[in-house]
């Protein structure tokens, strides 16, 4: 026996230039996720799931993790005659009874015009047939415990609980972003929502080996793997920054150490970017969270890219953040103790507001380009499939 999942789909209906674009690039989202296993079919507003006996856990993992999905319930299917609707209908109601609840609707509509009862005579007539078959149960049409949805369209379709997706559009359909990844909490929640936007994702990741530990690296490859469940197959490339850093370091003045180290690191990220084909960068930067990022120091290296940065974090407190992050499951990983390559150097006063014609041609008098492609050229890749 088959399991049928009826989906609703995102912000689809809102983009009708590319909505068949969309609409089949969540359909393979979710079949490749599957293997293959299962079948999307798309109906206006709907997408209907059909998932072999025994996938049905694995295939709520994936309706609740892929963007592009407003909400999702199990649901049955039946022919369009009141007695066949009339027994799934009674059927989701004892369910609801057996899970406890007192309190139910019907909630029904009618796509199919042609069908003799409106809405409205849909869940009366159903509500009354429940009422009479299932002791225990009253309506209350304002706060049901539970819900018995009713849809007529090419069959009808009946379900109760509706599962939350993530929302948000189709992975890919946004294009590319490369995700500065760090071991912190943000940037990892930084990717998520970007994701969510329809951007599918490589991740990068600057280290100081040996000043930072395989550990640290180890966290944020975990860190990535958890972001490939919402995103999608990532790619994490990895950088050693430590010839960088060193150069940094001597070359110089203390307070502006951090800011430079930012400045190479969206430079490396910038060319990365060209080889990989990612139209963006992405970071986990909130104004003022901490002295690298004021308006004056994003700036400084924001001036090492014209491609655009998003920030989806930049207004967002730290505590909504942490909710965040503990919602998607990086939260636990990000909280690891182990150093991040900023270790190499942490300024007792980091300068605030950098400026151009001022930290600009100090920066510039390292000489860093050629050091930065070979980090580019050299890097270490790692392919993060989505895993279920
Ligand atoms: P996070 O929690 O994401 O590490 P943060 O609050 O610690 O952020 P910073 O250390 O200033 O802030 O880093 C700002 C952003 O720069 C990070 O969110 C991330 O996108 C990027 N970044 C910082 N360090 C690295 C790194 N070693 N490798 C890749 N990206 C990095
Ligand atoms: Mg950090």
Redesign the pocket.
């Known amino acids: 026996m088959e399991t049928l999942y009826l989906i609703k789909p995102g912000e689809l209906e809102l983009k009708t230039g590319n909505l068949r674009e969309f609409e089949s690039r969540l359909r393979k989202d979710i079949e490749r996720r599957l293997d293959g296993r299962a079948r999307v079919d798309i109906r206006p507003g709907r997408f209907f799931l059909r998932v072999p006996e025994g996938l049905e856990e694995k295939a709520e993992r994936v309706l609740s993790r892929v963007p592009g999905i407003v909400g999702y319930a199990r649901a049955r299917t039946c022919g369009k005659t009141m007695p066949e609707i009339g027994v799934l209908a009674l059927e989701v109601a004892r369910e609801g009874r057996e899970a406890g609840h007192s309190t139910f609707k019907v909630e029904a509509r009618r796509a199919d015009k042609g069908f003799p009862l409106d809405s409205y005579g849909l869940a009366r007539e159903l509500g009354g047939l429940i009422l009479e078959n299932v002791p225990g149960l009253t309506v209350d049409v304002r706060k049901p415990q539970f819900t018995v949805y009713v849809e007529i369209r090419e069959r009808a379709y009946v379900h109760g609980v509706v599962r939350k997706g993530q929302k948000g559009l189709p992975a890919g359909s946004a294009g590319k972003g490369l995700?500065?990844?760090?071991?912190?909490?943000?940037?990892?929640?930084?990717g998520y929502l970007m994701a969510k936007r329809g951007l599918s994702l490589e991740?990068?990741?600057?280290?100081?080996y040996p000043y930072?530990s395989r550990e640290a690296w180890e966290k944020?490859r975990d860190l990535a793997r958890i972001v490939a469940r919402y995103a999608g197959d990532m790619t994490l490339h990895t950088?050693s920054?430590t010839e960088i850093q060193t150069a940094i370091k001597r070359g110089s003045p203390e307070d502006c150490t951090?800011l430079f180290l930012?400045a190479a690191?969206v430079r490396a990220?910038h060319l990365l970017a060209g080889e990989i084909g990612a139209n963006s960068l992405?970071?986990?930067?909130?104004l003022g969270?901490?002295a690298?990022?004021t308006a004056e120091n994003i700036r400084f290296s924001q001036a090492q890219t014209d491609l655009p940065v998003f920030r989806p974090?930049i207004g967002i407190d730290k505590e909504d953040t942490m909710r965040t992050a503990r919602e998607i499951g990086t939260y636990e990983v990000?909280i690891l103790p182990y150093e991040?390559?900023?270790v190499l150097f942490s300024p007792e006063h980091p300068i605030l507001r950098a400026r151009p014609d001022r930290e600009g041609p100090a920066y510039v008098s390292l000489g860093l380009e050629d050091l930065i492609v070979e980090a580019v050229r050299t890097r270490e890749i790692l392919k993060v499939p989505c895993e279920v």
């Not at 995700?179 to 930084?190: E, F, N, Q, T």
């Not at 991740?203 to 100081?208: I, S």
């Open positions: 995700l500065l990844l760090s071991g912190g909490i943000d940037s990892p929640v930084a991740a990068v990741y600057f280290n100081a930072t944020v950088l920054f951090t930012r690191m990220a992405v970071t986990g930067e909130s969270q901490v690298s990022q974090l990000s991040d390559c900023c």
